[in-house]
């Protein structure tokens, strides 16, 4: 018997997802959560062979549920099943070694296949993103100038970075403004969404 966590927030997909799966003989769902730490709590009282998770959920994503398991050495297959294609994502969950990485509108028999394979010791990732795997495009930014968009990123104002990081507001501009010409965008919102996309902040 397969025994399985979902971490879902979405309610309904929750429910669907664990309607579906329990019709399979050999799957037993143990416990249904709506965020990280819960997910967390799930897996070291109940030892689930494989947990089933979101990307972005209330408490932690699913991103660092995944690394908190692999940094703890517990025997959990970990599967992100998530709406986003964005390859800097999957960069960030191959890194946490997770087991798969499935989009949410694949067809169920493709999810409970790939619970299969993972439990063989597979690694699987849906088809549509299996070629970002192989074009890993290199970071231009320093990390300074990571570091400094991600503070932007969670509403720090230049002055605020400055005092933060011990540097001058004009400083900080300028760690701003390299970010946008190296990410050849117009905005420091644009330098933002694209930096996350590719996994870089």
């Given at each position: ?143 300074r100038e990571q570091e400094v968009l ?52």
């Open positions: 018997m397969i025994r399985i966590v979902i971490a879902e927030d979405q309610h309904m997909l929750r429910g669907a997802f664990a309607s579906l799966l329990q019709l399979e003989e050999d799957f037993e769902i143990i416990s249904q959560v709506s965020g990280g730490h819960e997910a967390l709590s799930m897996i070291e009282a109940c030892k689930p062979d494989i947990c089933l998770l979101d990307i972005e959920m209330p408490g932690l994503t699913g991103l660092e549920v995944a690394q908190t398991v692999r940094d703890r050495g517990w025997n959990c297959k970990i599967m992100i099943v998530t709406t986003f294609a964005r390859p800097g994502y999957l960069q960030k969950a191959m890194n946490a070694a997770v087991d798969a990485y499935l989009l949410k509108d694949e067809p169920i028999e493709f999810l409970v296949e790939a619970i299969r394979r993972v439990m063989q010791g597979k690694r699987v990732v849906s088809p549509y993103l299996a070629d970002s795997l192989f074009t890993h495009e290199a970071n231009p930014l320093t990390e991600r503070m932007v990123s969670e509403g720090g104002t230049t002055r605020h970075i400055a005092e933060h990081l011990y540097l001058t507001t004009g400083t900080v501009r300028n760690y701003l403004s390299s970010a946008i010409q190296k990410l050849e965008v117009e905005t420091r919102h644009h330098a933002i969404e694209k930096a996350r996309d590719r996994g870089w902040i």
